[in-house]
């Protein structure tokens, strides 16, 4: 069975964004490189990240996000940036006419948006968990295998919490991932069950 990956690119003090929702310069190693991660080339990265994103990228089959992610990208346009599905969490339902061709499922409760996920990602993809309130949220239920973060060089000082506003320790294991890209940490824990 894949597994349920919380994942974002974040500051080295934790924040995903600023208070404004600006990402500042987390996204830049995303065009500091000479390897395309997507067919059109929009994205390049260094070898070592790429070698490691794309993989990655492949093995997700369904993605989790918030509902304000959503929004902020318009569920960039009904075509997931990952995987083949996307379930938002969300008591709002999907704006009225919007993509109607598009897999997107809009979800109330945390832990059958998860559910919904895996059973759309299939056996042997994974599921990704965009980090924030949402991720927060799936992380606190305890839903969460594993956590990876790209961290990126700069500190923000404040905005928006890579684990949203949890609240209670959740221990990880030794990051089983640590790859040194251009201007980016890559790195992965496995969450430790109790």
Known sequence: MGSVVM?????????IADE???VGPLFDWYANGEA?????GSIKVSQV????VKPVWAKIGAMVIGRHLFDMTNGWEGRP???????VLSHRPKPDGWHPEASYHFVADVAKAVELARELA???RNVAVAAGEAGGQVLALGLVDEVAMDVVPVVFGSGKRYFGSVNAQHLLEDPHVVIQGDRVLHLAY???RP
């Open 49 to 52: 990240s790429a070698a490691y």
């Open 122 to 124: 299939g056996p042997d």
């Open 81 to 87: 940036p990952a995987g083949d599905h996307v379930v």
């Open 190 to 192: 496995r969450v430790r």
């Open 20 to 22: 404004n929702d600006q």
């Open 36 to 40: 395309p991660l997507v067919e059109d």
């Open 7 to 15: 994942h974002n690119v974040v500051s080295v003090d934790g924040f």
